[in-house]
């Protein structure tokens, strides 16, 4: 990495919900930059429009990589989307397939510690303003490492705005300072109810949640007992647990009644048009509802967006009149794997949260085409949860988003950027009382979930019940490939793609590899490639990870 440069301080906000607008703070003297609450506020939120900046187009996103990578999906979308396809079977795709991603979670890292640098100069109004900017910055800190470290493994750790050219630390290293930010967020984020604070911020229940889930990743893909902290001492499971308690006891996160609810194509502009919600009684809680503890807020009509919902909404030639509505029209990437649907309907043939998530071309006679847009590794099944959603007038006439009469879009701006604009969720309150369960040995927590889906409670604990909850309450959700890789099951699981049959571009086929997928699995651990450029960028200080920079790992196509 080259040295990195303490440049005038640029920030562009994000139009999201109560606090981010859409004012453009430009050239700030550093020298001078900040010195009220206010300036310190742009700065903080300098740091959340990075969540933005990486969901604004998916080639950035590790939710979209690990969605493509996981059991479940396929690469998919046209057939030359070959970077798509290549990631799905741990493949390379040219020199730099993730420096987008890299370079997102690094300028986020610079942000905080630039934040820290400045913050002693603040003359704050008292304490508790003091300690949630504080803690904000430390919760990002925590998770930017977090969860650069679960995706390369072997990364720099910067901690200041001015670094030379820094080496890979230890994963030990990383994963220590990324819990002692987290564990400084819990300590100084307020214990306040998430509906008492304003919408879009991070709280002390998102840093216990995110805590909890590196802890699991952790100690379950290396094998420890305990999570190391920078400057000394460790973090437990009792420790981790009592956050989780805390979380779930004080503050205000629930379940939303129905799971369907979760998702916009309940929304009160699409649920009377759309056959599979049409007379249930249906209502789309909305965004930060209060099952959300986390998530990337995204600006209705601002002019951003979630480019992950453009990415899996399926093809359909330019021109087609007819679709599946309410799916609107994007680039077919995650064709859902038939194993998933066919084991849900084996293991639990009235869980709801099947249909709630996954649709079949079956549903759609004579508006489905297949292979529509040369659509590469098609199933026929795809989900729901982020697609770009349509909507219908109270007389039927046809609008290509929701966000037109939801929040008065234009329609030509609705066409494009306006139509995909879905907050994107990282951590639910299911997932916290499943953590829960899991560290527990409890069925508590899963009980609670199955009760949601209308399904009989489990008797006893065990580890096998507790994975397929995650997997069909989460599913799609960004959990499935690392759950699986700390696991241990990934090998087996990814293996058992091949054979699966699909069509591409209409024509028979099947998921096949050109190493292995388990050969894969095994040569590369389930991280990816270092960017070449920033290689190169260091004077080849940085080292390639194990299983990339050969040729015979460069896709060479389905």
């Known amino acids: 990495m080259k040295k990195i440069l303490l440049l005038a301080i640029c920030l562009m906000f994000l139009s999201c919900e109560n606090f981010l607008d859409n004012v453009n703070y430009t050239k700030q003297d550093d020298n001078s930059f900040p010195l009220t609450v206010d300036e310190a506020n742009q700065l903080v939120v300098g740091v959340y429009n990075t969540l933005n900046e990486e969901i604004s187009s998916y080639d950035n996103s590790a939710f979209f990589f690990y969605e493509l990578a996981s059991d479940e999906r396929f690469g998919g979308g046209g057939t030359d989307n070959f970077n798509w396809q290549a990631i799905s079977k741990l493949l390379n795709y040219g020199p730099d397939l993730f420096n987008g991603y890299w370079s997102n979670r690094y300028q986020g890292i610079f ?291 929701y966000n037109v009469p939801m929040y008065g879009l234009s329609v030509s701006s609705a066409t494009s950027t306006g139509a995909f604009t879905q907050d994107l969720i990282h951590i639910r309150f299911a997932d916290v009382l499943l953590m829960h369960s899991e560290l527990t040995g409890t069925k508590d927590g899963i009980n609670r979930v199955r009760s949601r889906a209308g399904l009989d409670p489990i008797d006893v604990y065990s580890l096998s019940a507790l994975k397929q909850e995650r997997r069909f309450e989460l599913c799609f959700e960004n959990t499935r490939f690392n759950d699986i890789r700390r696991w241990g099951d990934a090998e087996a699981l990814l293996e058992g793609q091949i054979g699966i049959p699909v069509k591409t571009t209409n024509l028979d086929s099947k998921i096949t590899h050109q190493i292995g997928f388990g050969a894969r699995y095994r040569a590369t651990r389930g991280f990816w490639p270092i960017p070449q450029s920033q290689i190169r960028l260091s004077g080849n200080l940085l080292k390639q990870n194990e299983g990339w920079g050969t040729p015979e790992v460069e896709f060479t196509g389905l």
């Open 111 to 401: 942000r905080t510690n630039v934040a820290f640098e400045k913050f002693d100069k603040i003359p704050w109004e008292n304490d508790k303003q003091k300690n949630t900017a504080y803690g904000e910055i430390h919760f990002f800190r925590g998770y930017f490492y977090f969860t650069l470290v679960q995706f390369f493994e072997n990364i720099p750790l910067i901690l200041e705005s001015l670094s030379g050219n820094s080496p890979q630390a230890s994963m030990d290293e990383v994963y220590a300072q990324a819990a002692f930010d987290l564990k400084k967020a819990i300590e100084l984020l307020p214990g306040d109810p998430y509906n008492s604070v304003e919408k879009g911020r991070v709280t002390r229940w998102a840093a216990q949640s995110i805590m909890a889930r590196m802890f699991l990743f952790y100690t379950g893909f290396y094998n420890k007992n305990e999570l190391p902290v920078a400057g000394g001492g460790t973090i437990t499971k009792t420790q981790i647990v009592s956050w989780l308690e805390d979380c779930i006891a004080n503050s205000g996160h629930d379940l939303v009644s129905d799971y369907r609810n979760l998702w916009p194509y309940t929304n009160q502009y699409t649920v009377e048009h759309y056959f599979y919600t049409q007379g249930k009684g249906l209502k789309w809680e909305g965004e930060s509802n209060k099952e959300v503890v986390f998530a990337t807020k995204c600006a209705n009509g601002s002019g951003f967006r979630n480019g992950l919902c453009l990415a899996f909404t399926l093809r359909r030639p330019h021109g087609e009149t007819l679709f599946p509505f309410p799916f609107t029209r994007g680039y077919g990437a995650g064709p859902v794997s038939p194993v998933l649907v066919n084991q849900w309907r084996q293991l639990e043939p009235t869980d709801i949260r099947r249909s709630a998530s996954i649709f079949h071309a079956d549903e759609y006679p004579g508006q489905y085409q297949w292979g529509g847009d040369n659509q590469a590794e098609e199933t026929g099944y795809w989900q729901k949860k982020y697609m770009g959603i349509a909507s219908k007038t109270s007389n039927g006439t046809y609008q290509h988003s």
